[in-house]
Protein backbone atom coordinates (compact mmCIF):
# COMPACT_ATOMS: atom_id res chain seq x y z
CA UNK A 1 0.00 0.00 0.00
CA UNK A 2 1.44 3.18 -1.26
CA UNK A 3 1.98 6.16 1.99
CA UNK A 4 1.87 9.90 0.53
CA UNK A 5 2.43 13.16 2.69
CA UNK A 6 0.42 16.22 2.66
CA UNK A 7 1.44 19.34 5.00
CA UNK A 8 2.86 17.24 7.40
CA UNK A 9 0.72 14.43 7.47
CA UNK A 10 0.54 11.02 6.19
CA UNK A 11 -1.92 8.83 4.73
CA UNK A 12 -1.97 5.49 3.79
CA UNK A 13 -4.28 4.56 0.41
CA UNK A 14 -4.82 2.04 -2.11
CA UNK A 15 -4.23 1.98 -6.03
CA UNK A 16 -7.94 3.90 -6.42
CA UNK A 17 -6.41 6.05 -3.90
CA UNK A 18 -9.19 5.95 -0.80
CA UNK A 19 -7.85 6.40 2.56
CA UNK A 20 -6.98 2.85 4.22
CA UNK A 21 -8.21 3.87 7.41
CA UNK A 22 -10.89 6.02 8.38
CA UNK A 23 -9.83 7.38 11.27
CA UNK A 24 -6.89 8.56 9.46
CA UNK A 25 -8.93 11.26 7.90
CA UNK A 26 -8.13 14.78 8.26
CA UNK A 27 -9.38 18.34 7.01
CA UNK A 28 -6.09 17.93 5.10
CA UNK A 29 -6.91 14.92 3.23
CA UNK A 30 -9.82 16.91 1.31
CA UNK A 31 -7.33 19.16 0.21
CA UNK A 32 -4.86 17.15 -1.00
CA UNK A 33 -7.82 14.95 -2.91
CA UNK A 34 -8.98 17.94 -4.39
CA UNK A 35 -7.32 18.06 -7.74
CA UNK A 36 -7.50 14.39 -8.54
CA UNK A 37 -11.00 14.79 -8.47
CA UNK A 38 -11.91 17.72 -10.52
CA UNK A 39 -12.46 20.04 -7.61
CA UNK A 40 -11.04 23.71 -7.65
CA UNK A 41 -12.16 25.12 -4.09
CA UNK A 42 -14.04 23.24 -1.40
CA UNK A 43 -17.26 25.10 -0.69
CA UNK A 44 -19.54 24.87 2.11
CA UNK A 45 -21.91 22.96 -0.52
CA UNK A 46 -18.85 20.33 -0.72
CA UNK A 47 -18.45 20.43 3.30
CA UNK A 48 -22.41 19.75 3.61
CA UNK A 49 -21.99 16.58 1.61
CA UNK A 50 -18.70 15.48 3.64
CA UNK A 51 -19.78 15.92 6.69
CA UNK A 52 -23.26 14.61 6.27
CA UNK A 53 -21.24 11.54 4.55
CA UNK A 54 -18.91 10.97 7.75
CA UNK A 55 -22.39 11.24 9.91
CA UNK A 56 -23.64 8.81 8.37
CA UNK A 57 -20.87 6.30 8.40
CA UNK A 58 -19.97 6.96 12.11
CA UNK A 59 -23.27 6.14 12.88
CA UNK A 60 -24.61 3.28 10.63
CA UNK A 61 -20.93 1.74 9.74
CA UNK A 62 -22.28 2.16 5.49
CA UNK A 63 -22.18 5.05 3.42
CA UNK A 64 -25.86 6.38 2.48
CA UNK A 65 -27.87 5.30 -0.58
CA UNK A 66 -27.74 8.22 -3.37
CA UNK A 67 -31.33 8.57 -2.87
CA UNK A 68 -30.78 9.25 0.94
CA UNK A 69 -27.28 11.77 0.22
CA UNK A 70 -29.73 13.49 -1.94
CA UNK A 71 -32.79 13.44 0.61
CA UNK A 72 -30.70 14.65 3.51
CA UNK A 73 -28.76 17.32 1.80
CA UNK A 74 -31.18 18.64 -0.33
CA UNK A 75 -28.76 18.23 -3.11
CA UNK A 76 -30.17 16.62 -6.46
CA UNK A 77 -27.95 14.09 -8.25
CA UNK A 78 -26.98 16.60 -11.52
CA UNK A 79 -26.11 18.86 -8.39
CA UNK A 80 -23.66 16.46 -6.70
CA UNK A 81 -21.68 15.83 -9.83
CA UNK A 82 -21.36 19.09 -10.34
CA UNK A 83 -19.84 19.41 -6.73
CA UNK A 84 -17.87 16.23 -7.31
CA UNK A 85 -17.24 15.59 -11.25
CA UNK A 86 -16.54 11.84 -10.64
CA UNK A 87 -19.80 11.33 -8.55
CA UNK A 88 -21.09 10.80 -4.35
CA UNK A 89 -19.12 7.42 -4.34
CA UNK A 90 -15.39 7.89 -6.52
CA UNK A 91 -15.44 11.77 -5.71
CA UNK A 92 -17.91 12.39 -2.09
CA UNK A 93 -17.26 9.02 -0.57
CA UNK A 94 -13.60 9.28 -1.06
CA UNK A 95 -12.52 13.12 0.27
CA UNK A 96 -15.00 12.08 3.24
CA UNK A 97 -12.57 9.52 3.93
CA UNK A 98 -14.93 6.34 3.68
CA UNK A 99 -14.19 2.82 2.32
CA UNK A 100 -14.32 1.93 -1.46
CA UNK A 101 -17.42 1.37 -2.88
CA UNK A 102 -17.77 -2.56 -3.65
CA UNK A 103 -19.81 -4.71 -5.52
CA UNK A 104 -20.64 -5.38 -9.44
CA UNK A 105 -19.83 -1.68 -9.95
CA UNK B 1 9.41 -14.65 -28.15
CA UNK B 2 7.19 -14.80 -25.63
CA UNK B 3 7.58 -13.13 -22.14
CA UNK B 4 6.51 -15.55 -19.75
CA UNK B 5 6.38 -19.49 -20.22
CA UNK B 6 2.81 -20.68 -20.62
CA UNK B 7 2.61 -24.49 -21.00
CA UNK B 8 -0.81 -24.99 -19.44
CA UNK B 9 -2.41 -22.38 -21.93
CA UNK B 10 -0.32 -23.71 -25.10
CA UNK B 11 -2.39 -26.60 -24.96
CA UNK B 12 -5.34 -24.36 -25.57
CA UNK B 13 -4.07 -23.78 -29.38
CA UNK B 14 -4.59 -26.86 -30.72
CA UNK B 15 -8.15 -28.16 -31.52
CA UNK B 16 -10.71 -26.60 -33.89
CA UNK B 17 -12.34 -23.65 -31.86
CA UNK B 18 -10.75 -20.33 -32.50
CA UNK B 19 -8.04 -20.16 -29.59
CA UNK B 20 -7.98 -17.04 -27.41
CA UNK B 21 -4.10 -18.29 -26.71
CA UNK B 22 -2.64 -18.28 -29.79
CA UNK B 23 -4.86 -14.27 -31.15
CA UNK B 24 -3.31 -12.97 -27.73
CA UNK B 25 -0.04 -14.07 -28.57
CA UNK B 26 -0.99 -12.49 -31.95
CA UNK B 27 -1.17 -9.36 -30.60
CA UNK B 28 1.73 -9.80 -28.26
CA UNK B 29 3.78 -9.93 -31.47
CA UNK B 30 2.24 -7.42 -33.58
CA UNK B 31 2.68 -5.03 -30.25
CA UNK B 32 6.72 -5.86 -30.03
CA UNK B 33 7.20 -5.91 -34.01
CA UNK B 34 5.41 -2.51 -33.77
CA UNK B 35 5.25 -2.27 -37.59
CA UNK B 36 3.02 1.09 -37.37
CA UNK B 37 5.54 2.67 -34.74
CA UNK B 38 2.83 3.09 -32.40
CA UNK B 39 3.67 5.03 -29.18
CA UNK B 40 2.35 2.89 -27.08
CA UNK B 41 0.51 4.40 -24.09
CA UNK B 42 0.23 1.24 -21.86
CA UNK B 43 3.14 -1.57 -21.87
CA UNK B 44 3.80 -2.70 -25.00
CA UNK B 45 4.10 -6.28 -23.37
CA UNK B 46 0.59 -5.91 -21.36
CA UNK B 47 -1.02 -8.84 -23.59
CA UNK B 48 2.19 -10.59 -22.67
CA UNK B 49 1.79 -10.27 -19.05
CA UNK B 50 -1.86 -11.28 -19.03
CA UNK B 51 -0.83 -14.51 -20.44
CA UNK B 52 1.42 -14.72 -17.81
CA UNK B 53 -0.99 -14.20 -14.93
CA UNK B 54 -3.01 -16.04 -16.09
CA UNK B 55 -1.17 -19.32 -16.45
CA UNK B 56 -0.13 -18.14 -13.40
CA UNK B 57 -4.01 -18.73 -12.19
CA UNK B 58 -4.32 -22.34 -14.39
CA UNK B 59 -1.20 -23.54 -12.14
CA UNK B 60 -2.88 -22.41 -8.94
CA UNK B 61 -6.21 -22.54 -9.61
CA UNK B 62 -6.73 -19.20 -8.10
CA UNK B 63 -7.47 -15.46 -9.20
CA UNK B 64 -4.67 -13.03 -9.08
CA UNK B 65 -6.69 -10.16 -9.66
CA UNK B 66 -7.38 -8.14 -6.67
CA UNK B 67 -10.64 -7.13 -4.91
CA UNK B 68 -12.67 -4.52 -6.76
CA UNK B 69 -11.70 -1.07 -8.27
CA UNK B 70 -12.85 2.83 -8.38
CA UNK B 71 -11.65 4.10 -11.42
CA UNK B 72 -14.31 6.49 -13.87
CA UNK B 73 -13.98 9.52 -16.07
CA UNK B 74 -15.38 13.11 -14.74
CA UNK B 75 -18.94 13.68 -15.14
CA UNK B 76 -20.02 9.88 -14.98
CA UNK B 77 -20.07 7.22 -12.14
CA UNK B 78 -20.18 4.27 -14.19
CA UNK B 79 -18.61 2.94 -17.49
CA UNK B 80 -15.17 1.40 -16.54
CA UNK B 81 -14.72 -1.20 -14.20
CA UNK B 82 -11.09 -1.06 -12.48
CA UNK B 83 -8.91 -4.02 -11.87
CA UNK B 84 -5.56 -4.29 -10.23
CA UNK B 85 -3.28 -7.21 -10.46
CA UNK B 86 -2.37 -8.52 -7.40
CA UNK B 87 1.42 -10.02 -8.57
CA UNK B 88 2.03 -6.18 -10.37
CA UNK B 89 5.90 -7.13 -9.56
CA UNK B 90 6.15 -10.40 -11.49
CA UNK B 91 3.66 -8.73 -13.99
CA UNK B 92 3.92 -5.07 -14.46
CA UNK B 93 2.25 -4.74 -18.05
CA UNK B 94 -0.97 -5.56 -16.08
CA UNK B 95 -0.43 -3.72 -12.81
CA UNK B 96 -3.53 -1.63 -13.98
CA UNK B 97 -5.80 -3.67 -16.23
CA UNK B 98 -9.12 -1.50 -16.20
CA UNK B 99 -12.12 -2.81 -18.37
CA UNK B 100 -14.00 0.46 -20.39
CA UNK B 101 -17.01 -0.36 -21.63
CA UNK B 102 -18.12 1.17 -25.00
CA UNK B 103 -21.80 1.47 -25.99
CA UNK B 104 -22.92 -0.69 -28.84
CA UNK B 105 -24.96 0.13 -31.52
CA UNK B 106 -28.28 -1.88 -31.43
CA UNK B 107 -28.05 -5.59 -33.34
CA UNK B 108 -24.17 -5.11 -33.36
CA UNK B 109 -23.80 -3.79 -37.41
CA UNK B 110 -20.86 -1.98 -37.65
CA UNK B 111 -18.48 -0.60 -40.72
CA UNK B 112 -15.11 -1.76 -40.56
CA UNK B 113 -14.69 2.33 -40.75
CA UNK B 114 -15.97 2.63 -37.45
CA UNK B 115 -14.08 -0.87 -35.97
CA UNK B 116 -10.64 0.23 -37.27
CA UNK B 117 -10.99 3.89 -35.84
CA UNK B 118 -11.89 2.22 -32.53
CA UNK B 119 -9.13 -0.27 -32.99
CA UNK B 120 -6.66 2.33 -33.73
CA UNK B 121 -7.39 4.20 -30.17
CA UNK B 122 -7.44 0.80 -28.23
CA UNK B 123 -3.49 -0.12 -29.94
CA UNK B 124 -2.22 3.17 -28.63
CA UNK B 125 -4.10 3.44 -25.36
CA UNK B 126 -4.75 -0.19 -24.43
CA UNK B 127 -3.75 -3.62 -24.40
CA UNK B 128 -5.36 -4.49 -28.03
CA UNK B 129 -7.08 -6.74 -26.48
CA UNK B 130 -11.30 -6.70 -26.39
CA UNK B 131 -14.48 -8.65 -25.62
CA UNK B 132 -16.88 -8.42 -28.47
CA UNK B 133 -19.30 -8.29 -26.73
CA UNK B 134 -19.76 -8.03 -23.28
CA UNK B 135 -23.31 -9.94 -21.64
CA UNK B 136 -24.93 -7.00 -21.33
CA UNK B 137 -23.72 -6.24 -24.96
CA UNK B 138 -21.28 -3.15 -24.63
CA UNK B 139 -18.26 -3.10 -26.59
CA UNK B 140 -15.28 -4.03 -24.18
CA UNK B 141 -11.59 -2.69 -24.48
CA UNK B 142 -9.99 -5.03 -21.86
CA UNK B 143 -7.03 -3.47 -19.92
CA UNK B 144 -5.72 -0.39 -19.52
CA UNK B 145 -4.45 1.97 -17.32
CA UNK B 146 -6.20 4.93 -14.86
CA UNK B 147 -4.09 8.12 -16.92
CA UNK B 148 -5.53 6.80 -20.40
CA UNK B 149 -9.36 6.49 -19.53
CA UNK B 150 -10.27 10.15 -20.17
CA UNK B 151 -7.77 10.31 -22.88
CA UNK B 152 -9.96 7.41 -24.37
CA UNK B 153 -13.25 9.30 -23.32
CA UNK B 154 -12.12 12.25 -24.90
CA UNK B 155 -11.19 10.36 -28.11
CA UNK B 156 -14.20 8.36 -28.35
CA UNK B 157 -16.43 11.12 -27.67
CA UNK B 158 -14.70 13.70 -30.07
CA UNK B 159 -13.61 11.50 -33.02
CA UNK B 160 -15.93 8.60 -32.83
CA UNK B 161 -18.85 10.25 -31.73
CA UNK B 162 -19.73 7.14 -29.11
CA UNK B 163 -20.53 7.02 -25.73
CA UNK B 164 -19.67 5.19 -22.69
CA UNK B 165 -22.10 1.68 -21.74
CA UNK B 166 -23.09 1.62 -18.06
CA UNK B 167 -22.09 -0.09 -14.76
CA UNK B 168 -23.08 0.37 -11.14
CA UNK B 169 -25.97 0.64 -9.74
CA UNK B 170 -27.72 2.95 -12.54
CA UNK B 171 -29.42 1.74 -16.19
CA UNK B 172 -27.06 -0.71 -17.83
CA UNK B 173 -26.41 -0.64 -21.63
CA UNK B 174 -29.75 -1.46 -23.27
CA UNK B 175 -29.44 -4.23 -26.36
CA UNK B 176 -31.67 -5.52 -28.41
CA UNK B 177 -32.17 -8.77 -31.23
CA UNK B 178 -31.47 -7.66 -34.97
CA UNK B 179 -35.15 -7.16 -35.00
CA UNK B 180 -36.95 -5.50 -38.48
CA UNK B 181 -33.06 -5.26 -40.03
CA UNK B 182 -32.86 -9.15 -40.71
CA UNK B 183 -36.10 -10.94 -39.31
CA UNK B 184 -39.28 -11.33 -40.52
CA UNK B 185 -40.74 -11.87 -36.87
CA UNK B 186 -39.99 -8.69 -35.54
CA UNK B 187 -43.34 -7.16 -34.10
CA UNK B 188 -41.84 -3.48 -33.95
CA UNK B 189 -38.65 -2.34 -35.00
CA UNK B 190 -36.57 -3.44 -31.17
CA UNK B 191 -33.45 -1.77 -32.47
CA UNK B 192 -35.02 1.92 -32.61
CA UNK B 193 -37.46 1.34 -29.28
CA UNK B 194 -33.97 0.29 -28.33
CA UNK B 195 -32.27 3.08 -29.23
CA UNK B 196 -34.87 5.48 -28.66
CA UNK B 197 -34.91 4.59 -24.58
CA UNK B 198 -30.56 4.49 -24.70
CA UNK B 199 -30.81 8.13 -25.62
CA UNK B 200 -33.89 9.15 -23.47
CA UNK B 201 -32.28 7.81 -20.19
CA UNK B 202 -28.78 8.75 -20.82
CA UNK B 203 -28.68 10.06 -17.49
CA UNK B 204 -30.11 7.39 -15.46
CA UNK B 205 -27.38 5.34 -17.54
CA UNK B 206 -24.33 7.37 -16.99
CA UNK B 207 -25.02 8.46 -13.01
CA UNK B 208 -25.86 6.03 -10.80
CA UNK B 209 -29.43 7.47 -8.90
CA UNK B 210 -30.80 3.32 -8.41
CA UNK B 211 -31.15 1.12 -5.16
CA UNK B 212 -29.03 -1.29 -7.53
CA UNK B 213 -28.73 -2.28 -11.65
CA UNK B 214 -31.87 -2.09 -13.95
CA UNK B 215 -30.96 -3.30 -17.44
CA UNK B 216 -33.98 -3.44 -20.06
CA UNK B 217 -33.23 -5.52 -23.54
CA UNK B 218 -35.61 -5.76 -26.47
CA UNK B 219 -37.05 -8.63 -28.28
CA UNK B 220 -38.67 -8.35 -31.32
CA UNK B 221 -40.89 -11.43 -30.75
CA UNK B 222 -41.17 -14.26 -28.65
CA UNK B 223 -38.51 -16.19 -29.54
CA UNK B 224 -36.24 -13.96 -27.14
CA UNK B 225 -32.86 -13.87 -29.03
CA UNK B 226 -31.48 -11.22 -26.88
CA UNK B 227 -33.08 -13.30 -23.52
CA UNK B 228 -35.36 -10.16 -22.35
CA UNK B 229 -37.12 -12.38 -20.12
CA UNK B 230 -34.60 -13.89 -18.33
CA UNK B 231 -31.80 -11.12 -18.14
CA UNK B 232 -33.43 -7.82 -17.90
CA UNK B 233 -35.26 -5.89 -14.87
CA UNK B 234 -37.77 -4.83 -17.80
CA UNK B 235 -38.02 -6.94 -20.51
CA UNK B 236 -39.92 -5.93 -24.00
CA UNK B 237 -41.05 -8.89 -26.38
CA UNK B 238 -43.12 -8.20 -29.22
CA UNK B 239 -46.62 -9.82 -29.98
CA UNK B 240 -49.17 -9.34 -31.95
CA UNK B 241 -53.39 -9.52 -31.11
CA UNK B 242 -54.96 -10.67 -35.00
CA UNK B 243 -54.97 -13.69 -36.50
CA UNK B 244 -51.57 -15.45 -37.99
CA UNK B 245 -51.51 -15.04 -41.84
CA UNK B 246 -51.53 -18.44 -43.35
CA UNK B 247 -50.51 -18.72 -47.55
CA UNK B 248 -51.94 -22.45 -47.68
CA UNK B 249 -50.08 -22.99 -51.06
CA UNK B 250 -47.17 -22.55 -49.01
CA UNK B 251 -48.61 -24.70 -46.71
CA UNK B 252 -48.91 -27.75 -49.11
CA UNK B 253 -45.33 -27.15 -50.15
CA UNK B 254 -44.13 -27.91 -47.29
CA UNK B 255 -46.47 -31.16 -47.11
CA UNK B 256 -45.01 -31.81 -50.36
CA UNK B 257 -41.31 -31.58 -49.48
CA UNK B 258 -40.78 -28.78 -51.38
CA UNK B 259 -39.61 -26.36 -48.55
CA UNK B 260 -37.37 -27.68 -45.52
CA UNK B 261 -39.46 -27.20 -42.57
CA UNK B 262 -37.86 -24.70 -39.97
CA UNK B 263 -35.74 -23.19 -43.20
CA UNK B 264 -33.83 -26.39 -43.17
CA UNK B 265 -32.54 -25.75 -39.14
CA UNK B 266 -32.62 -30.08 -38.77
CA UNK B 267 -30.60 -30.95 -42.40
CA UNK B 268 -28.07 -32.38 -40.66
CA UNK B 269 -29.94 -35.77 -39.78
CA UNK B 270 -32.61 -37.56 -41.39
CA UNK B 271 -35.88 -36.95 -38.93
CA UNK B 272 -38.21 -38.04 -42.48
CA UNK B 273 -40.79 -36.68 -44.51
CA UNK B 274 -42.13 -33.99 -42.78
CA UNK B 275 -45.31 -34.34 -41.28
CA UNK B 276 -47.43 -31.40 -40.68
CA UNK B 277 -49.59 -33.43 -37.47
CA UNK B 278 -47.20 -34.45 -35.72
CA UNK B 279 -44.36 -31.65 -35.94
CA UNK B 280 -46.78 -28.81 -35.74
CA UNK B 281 -50.56 -29.46 -34.79
CA UNK B 282 -49.37 -32.15 -32.20
CA UNK B 283 -47.20 -29.95 -30.86
CA UNK B 284 -49.38 -26.91 -30.76
CA UNK B 285 -49.64 -25.64 -26.51
CA UNK B 286 -52.96 -24.48 -27.05
CA UNK B 287 -53.78 -27.12 -29.84
CA UNK B 288 -55.33 -24.83 -31.75
CA UNK B 289 -54.44 -25.64 -34.80
CA UNK B 290 -55.79 -28.50 -37.29
CA UNK B 291 -55.09 -29.70 -40.90
CA UNK B 292 -58.45 -31.35 -42.64
CA UNK B 293 -58.42 -31.38 -46.60
CA UNK B 294 -55.48 -30.26 -46.96
CA UNK B 295 -56.10 -26.64 -45.32
CA UNK B 296 -54.49 -25.45 -41.65
CA UNK B 297 -57.17 -24.26 -39.57
CA UNK B 298 -56.22 -21.93 -36.57
CA UNK B 299 -58.25 -21.22 -33.59
CA UNK B 300 -56.19 -17.80 -33.45
CA UNK B 301 -58.57 -16.74 -29.93
CA UNK B 302 -56.93 -19.75 -28.41
CA UNK B 303 -53.54 -19.23 -29.62
CA UNK B 304 -51.11 -17.98 -27.19
CA UNK B 305 -48.37 -16.72 -30.03
CA UNK B 306 -45.46 -19.40 -28.68
CA UNK B 307 -44.00 -18.84 -31.81
CA UNK B 308 -43.69 -22.87 -32.92
CA UNK B 309 -46.11 -22.93 -36.22
CA UNK B 310 -44.54 -19.74 -37.41
CA UNK B 311 -40.75 -20.95 -36.75
CA UNK B 312 -41.19 -24.51 -38.02
CA UNK B 313 -42.90 -23.14 -41.49
CA UNK B 314 -41.67 -19.46 -41.97
CA UNK B 315 -42.44 -19.35 -45.63
CA UNK B 316 -46.50 -20.31 -45.08
CA UNK B 317 -47.33 -18.96 -41.69
CA UNK B 318 -46.48 -15.32 -40.76
CA UNK B 319 -46.79 -12.76 -37.68
CA UNK B 320 -50.17 -10.49 -37.86
CA UNK B 321 -50.57 -7.06 -38.61
CA UNK B 322 -51.81 -5.74 -35.06
CA UNK B 323 -48.73 -5.56 -33.22
CA UNK B 324 -46.99 -4.18 -30.04
CA UNK B 325 -44.89 -5.51 -27.12
CA UNK B 326 -45.47 -7.38 -24.11
CA UNK B 327 -43.11 -5.75 -21.10
CA UNK B 328 -41.87 -8.38 -18.94
CA UNK B 329 -40.57 -7.41 -15.06
CA UNK B 330 -38.55 -8.47 -12.78
CA UNK B 331 -35.40 -11.42 -13.95
CA UNK B 332 -32.14 -11.85 -12.21
CA UNK B 333 -29.66 -13.92 -11.63
CA UNK B 334 -29.45 -15.98 -8.01
CA UNK B 335 -28.24 -13.50 -5.97
CA UNK B 336 -29.87 -13.19 -3.31
CA UNK B 337 -32.92 -14.71 -2.66
CA UNK B 338 -33.05 -16.80 -6.46
CA UNK B 339 -33.01 -16.70 -9.88
CA UNK B 340 -35.92 -14.87 -11.60
CA UNK B 341 -37.50 -14.25 -15.22
CA UNK B 342 -39.36 -11.64 -16.33
CA UNK B 343 -43.03 -11.84 -15.14
CA UNK B 344 -45.63 -10.76 -16.99
CA UNK B 345 -46.78 -7.25 -16.07
CA UNK B 346 -48.54 -5.44 -19.32
CA UNK B 347 -49.48 -8.18 -21.97
CA UNK B 348 -50.15 -5.72 -24.54
CA UNK B 349 -49.11 -2.18 -25.77
CA UNK B 350 -48.38 0.00 -28.89
CA UNK B 351 -44.99 0.69 -30.03
CA UNK B 352 -45.82 4.09 -31.27
CA UNK B 353 -42.92 5.86 -32.85
CA UNK B 354 -45.44 8.88 -33.45
CA UNK B 355 -45.67 9.67 -29.61
CA UNK B 356 -41.99 9.12 -29.18
CA UNK B 357 -43.06 5.51 -27.41
CA UNK B 358 -44.89 8.01 -24.62
CA UNK B 359 -46.97 5.14 -23.54
CA UNK B 360 -43.74 2.39 -22.85
CA UNK B 361 -41.95 5.69 -20.81
CA UNK B 362 -44.58 6.55 -18.51
CA UNK B 363 -44.67 2.32 -17.71
CA UNK B 364 -41.13 2.72 -17.03
CA UNK B 365 -41.09 5.58 -15.35
CA UNK B 366 -43.75 4.79 -12.96
CA UNK B 367 -42.41 1.24 -12.23
CA UNK B 368 -38.66 3.40 -11.37
CA UNK B 369 -40.51 5.87 -9.16
CA UNK B 370 -42.05 3.22 -7.55
CA UNK B 371 -38.39 0.71 -6.73
CA UNK B 372 -36.38 3.85 -6.29
CA UNK B 373 -38.64 4.77 -3.27
CA UNK B 374 -39.17 1.53 -2.36
CA UNK B 375 -35.86 -0.74 -3.26
CA UNK B 376 -33.90 -1.56 -0.60
CA UNK B 377 -29.86 -1.08 -0.88
CA UNK B 378 -28.44 -3.56 -3.71
CA UNK B 379 -32.51 -5.15 -4.07
CA UNK B 380 -33.41 -5.43 -7.70
CA UNK B 381 -36.40 -5.01 -8.79
CA UNK B 382 -37.56 -8.54 -8.95
CA UNK B 383 -36.72 -8.96 -5.22
CA UNK B 384 -38.67 -5.42 -4.52
CA UNK B 385 -41.76 -6.90 -6.57
CA UNK B 386 -41.22 -10.98 -4.31
CA UNK B 387 -41.19 -8.51 -1.25
CA UNK B 388 -43.95 -5.89 -1.31
CA UNK B 389 -46.41 -8.10 -3.68
CA UNK B 390 -46.72 -8.30 -7.67
CA UNK B 391 -49.64 -6.04 -7.02
CA UNK B 392 -48.00 -3.59 -5.26
CA UNK B 393 -45.68 -3.02 -8.96
CA UNK B 394 -48.67 -3.33 -11.15
CA UNK B 395 -50.82 -0.63 -9.25
CA UNK B 396 -47.46 1.10 -9.41
CA UNK B 397 -47.14 1.19 -12.49
CA UNK B 398 -50.61 1.83 -13.59
CA UNK B 399 -51.05 -1.25 -15.25
CA UNK B 400 -54.47 -2.97 -14.27
CA UNK B 401 -54.92 -6.20 -12.72
CA UNK B 402 -55.52 -9.00 -15.25
CA UNK B 403 -55.74 -12.96 -15.25
CA UNK B 404 -52.93 -12.89 -17.52
CA UNK B 405 -50.45 -11.93 -14.86
CA UNK B 406 -50.45 -14.78 -13.69
CA UNK B 407 -49.66 -18.42 -14.22
CA UNK B 408 -52.33 -19.75 -11.44
CA UNK B 409 -53.71 -18.04 -8.73
CA UNK B 410 -52.49 -18.67 -5.32
CA UNK B 411 -53.57 -21.57 -3.29
CA UNK B 412 -52.68 -20.41 -0.03
CA UNK B 413 -55.78 -18.17 1.51
CA UNK B 414 -53.67 -15.36 3.66
CA UNK B 415 -55.24 -12.75 1.61
CA UNK B 416 -54.93 -9.31 2.24
CA UNK B 417 -57.60 -6.33 1.78
CA UNK B 418 -57.82 -2.97 1.67
CA UNK B 419 -59.76 -1.49 4.56
CA UNK B 420 -61.82 0.05 2.70
CA UNK B 421 -63.02 -2.16 0.27
CA UNK B 422 -64.63 -3.93 3.87
CA UNK B 423 -67.89 -3.33 4.69
CA UNK B 424 -67.62 -1.29 8.58
CA UNK B 425 -63.41 -1.31 8.08
CA UNK B 426 -61.12 -2.28 10.66
CA UNK B 427 -62.08 -0.23 13.79
CA UNK B 428 -64.03 -2.80 15.71
CA UNK B 429 -65.92 -2.25 19.36
CA UNK B 430 -64.91 -5.75 21.25
CA UNK B 431 -67.78 -4.50 23.67
CA UNK B 432 -70.05 -4.50 20.52
CA UNK B 433 -69.01 -8.13 19.82
CA UNK B 434 -69.35 -9.28 23.95
CA UNK B 435 -73.06 -8.54 23.91
CA UNK B 436 -73.39 -11.13 20.94
CA UNK B 437 -70.98 -13.46 22.39
CA UNK B 438 -70.23 -14.19 25.99
CA UNK B 439 -67.10 -15.10 27.42
Known sequence: MAVVEFQGATFEVDEDGFLQKF??????????????????????????????????????????????????????????????????????????????????? | MAKHKTPLLDQLESGPWPSFVSDIKQEAAARAKNEKGVQYQVAVDCPDDLLGVLEMSFTDGETHWKHGGIVGVFGYGGGVIGRYCDQPQMFPGVAHFHTVRVAQPNGKWYSTEFLRSLMDIWDLRGSGLTNLHGATGDIVLLGTSTPQLEEIFWELTHNLNVDLG????????????????????????AQELCYNLTQEYQDELHRPAFPYKFKFKFDGCPNGCVAAIARSDLGFLGTFKDPIKINQEAVAAYVGGEIAPNAGAHAGRDWGKFDIQKEVVDLCPSKCISYEGGKLIMDHKECVRCMHCINTMPQALRIGDDRGVSIFCGAKAPILDGPQMGSLLVPFVEVNK???????KDIVEAVWDWWMEEGKNRERIGETMKRLGFAALAEAAGVPIDARQVQEPRHNPYIFWKAEDVEGGWERDLAEFRKRHQR
Open chain 2, 354 to 360: DDDYQAI
Open chain 2, 166 to 189: GSGSNLRTPASCMGMSRCQYACYD
Open chain 1, 23 to 105: EDWTPAWVDFVKESEGIKEITEDHQKVIDFLQDYYKKNGIAPMVRILSKVTGFKLKQIYELFPSGPGKGACKMAGLPKPTGCV
